[in-house]
């Protein structure tokens, strides 16, 4: 759906000429209206994010990770039992698709550090369904035996049926895995990407890895037709991970979450708040959040986007802030159209 | 699908085939994921086809046979569509009935796109145990044959869906380019299915996993070419416990892939019943 949310968007460009920038994209992507019971969860008063340097996957990320933790507002983990959630999407070699092990393993030590009960590692990943075949060639599974981590295929859990009241996608319930929903904590490791569907993937987007493909297929495809955007704030709304952090040391830019080509980007972020986390990062890709329909919702919704009510942490966006080229569906009207005919 | 021939492995696929045709769908044929997780799903086809399996091995009754014809015409209408009825009746009034002869595969769910995975299920399950009479299902299989065929990778072999996104070429990956091989195994000589089967057998044993090599063997098996590289990798794959995976899905399949009788091979006949 998002395809013909960017073909509206560039027919209705011309039109709004008088309208604030705010209301002129809330317009241009077709932000749905939100009640008040929608919002009723939004996260209150301002939001922390650090954005903590490291400039490679060979740093001592988890100690980076604890100097920050309190101060973003990390949840008490004692006797809790945690799911780490990473993006293992789909692999090709050398390419920055996927979370990357060591991050895996750095936030497995943090969180035993502090206190968890228990630690799984758990994705559905999106594309492909070989999910044993992920794990070695992307050296997850290494990590998982070398710090006898379980790991559940969130594709083929066992399903529960959870109510989504007051979503904004027409699903009044989803399927979803056990593992998530009866987790104590649930904390996305997603990788940081432009999205030709929805600009930038990062901890919210992420979740898509939750809906089990036993149900909903392969790439989740029920979810594209409901729209991705809403489907994305549904599911943060329904899941609350608790914090995330975000593997921005190597990004992708471009056609991803595929298709694109690696940026070094040096930096790991963290935060509780998972919109003003992910408004941060898209600011660091030289993308507007305020121009990408899910953040925008995200921002009325789950938490802050606006940039005024974000504490950073660590580093500033200017000096993290990379020109990543951005999505082709971003910037080719006649690959939006093309892609209409695709199929998918 | 694992059926042999003793007294007690026949009663539980009795069992197990009851409990299947309990488990359908009554509203359109068809099969979900697990019971009591709503829409009909992807998983139609492989209940379909073990079913029709069994019935070949003469487990069927009434209330098989009742699943089976329900369980076909639920394949039937489940197929993707690209256009609402008006338009199709419009093409039908301007053009005829060849404007709407056009490539479709089956979705994981009801309402989404085709991919090559669920079509290629479904196509197994219209197509092992024998084609169905009708000449529905001849047109069903033609244009979802159609679908894979002009789907396929540029280098060859299979992608989750599309060959190419965005403009972007997509590559083949062991497991899809397996499945959609088994599902097309009546056309060995077309070039899409002979190069597919190239590729398949240059993959690597770092391009492999349980599931995928399983598949492989199924897939070249049917198609009479040499197995003996991804059986290796198989076995290299076996655990101290005998199990290959943590997943019995992938463990069943694999037993499948080392026995001796093919049981996804294509039957020749066309259904008698």
Redesign the interface.
């Known amino acids: 759906m998002k395809r013909r949310d960017f073909l509206k968007a560039a027919a209705a460009s011309t039109s709004l000429a008088g309208c604030t920038r705010a209301a002129k994209n809330e317009d241009l992507v077709k932000v749905p209206k939100v009640s008040a019971e929608q919002a009723r969860d939004r996260h209150q008063g301002r939001s922390a994010v650090a954005l903590i340097p490291c400039p490679s996957y060979q740093e001592d990320m988890t100690g980076l990770l604890h100097q920050y933790a309190d101060r973003v507002g990390v949840p008490d983990l004692k006797g809790k039992n945690v799911v780490l959630k990473p993006n293992m999407v789909e692999y090709?070699k050398d390419m920055p698709i996927h979370t990357n092990p060591a991050v895996v393993k750095a936030v497995i030590e943090f969180v035993r550090d502090r206190g968890a009960a228990s630690v799984t590692v758990a994705e559905g990943p999106g594309?492909?369904?070989?999910t044993?075949?992920l794990l070695?060639?992307m050296g997850i599974q290494d990590v998982l035996d070398e710090m006898n981590v379980p790991f559940v295929?969130l594709n083929?859990d066992d399903?529960d049926?959870v109510p989504n009241p007051h979503g904004f996608t027409s699903l009044e319930h989803f399927?979803l895995p056990a593992t998530i929903t009866r987790a104590d904590v649930v904390v996305s490791l997603p990788k940081l990407k432009t999205h030709?569907w929805v600009g930038v993937t990062c901890s919210m987007k992420n979740l898509f890895g939750t809906v089990p493909?036993?149900?909903?297929?392969?790439?989740k495809?029920?979810l594209?037709?409901k729209g991705i955007p809403k489907s994305i704030i549904d599911l943060v709304r329904i899941i609350k991970p608790a914090f995330a952090v975000v593997d921005a040391i190597v990004a992708m830019e471009g056609?991803g979450p595929?298709?694109g080509t690696p940026i070094d980007t040096g930096f790991l972020a963290m935060g509780r708040d998972l919109a003003a986390l992910d408004a941060t990062c898209t600011r660091i890709t030289s993308i507007n959040p305020d121009e990408l329909s899910y953040l925008i919702l995200a921002g009325k919704v789950i938490g802050n986007t606006d940039p005024a009510m974000i504490d950073l942490l660590g580093s500033d966006i200017d000096s993290l802030k990379r020109p990543f080229k951005q999505p082709?569906?971003l910037t080719n009207k006649e690959?939006i159209a093309?892609?209409a005919h695709?199929?998918? | 699908m694992a059926l042999s021939d003793t007294e007690a492995e026949r009663a539980a696929a009795a069992k197990g085939a009851a409990f299947t045709v309990a488990s359908q769908d009554q509203k359109n044929g068809g099969w979900s994921t697990a019971p009591d997780t709503g829409f009909t799903d992807w998983a139609t086809g492989p209940c379909l086809l073990s079913l029709r399996c069994l019935e070949q091995k003469g487990l069927g009754d009434k209330d098989l046979r009742r699943a089976i014809e329900r369980g076909l015409l639920c394949l039937a209408d489940s197929r993707v569509e690209f256009f609402p009825v008006v338009a199709r009746l419009l093409m039908l009034m301007g053009g005829g009935r060849k404007d709407l002869e056009y490539a479709r595969g089956w979705p994981w769910d009801p309402d989404c796109y085709h991919w090559v995975e669920p079509t290629s299920y479904h196509l197994m399950a219209l197509k092992i145990p024998g084609l169905p009479r009708a000449d529905l299902y001849i047109k069903v299989v033609q244009f979802a044959n159609q679908f894979l065929l002009e789907n396929a990778c540029v280098q060859g072999g299979w992608n989750h869906g599309n060959h190419i996104s965005l403009g972007a070429e997509l590559p083949p990956y062991r497991l899809t380019t397996a499945e959609a091989l088994l599902a097309l195994q009546e056309i060995p000589d077309h070039p899409t299915v002979v190069r597919a089967i190239a590729v398949l057998q240059s993959y690597k044993n770092e391009d492999s996993s349980p599931l995928s090599l399983a598949v492989s063997c199924l897939a070249l098996d049917v198609y009479g070419k040499q197995r003996e590289k991804e059986l290796s990798y198989l076995l290299e794959r076996q655990k101290s416990d005998g199990s290959f995976s943590t997943n019995n899905m992938v463990n069943g399949l694999v037993l499948l892939a080392l026995s001796s009788e093919n049981p996804l091979k294509m039957s020749n006949s066309h259904e008698t019943t």
């Open positions: 090709r594309h492909m369904r070989d044993e075949f070695q060639v295929d083929l399903l049926k399927y030709h493909g036993r149900k909903y297929g392969w790439p495809n029920l594209h037709f056609d595929i298709n082709i569906t690959m093309r892609a695709e199929g998918s």
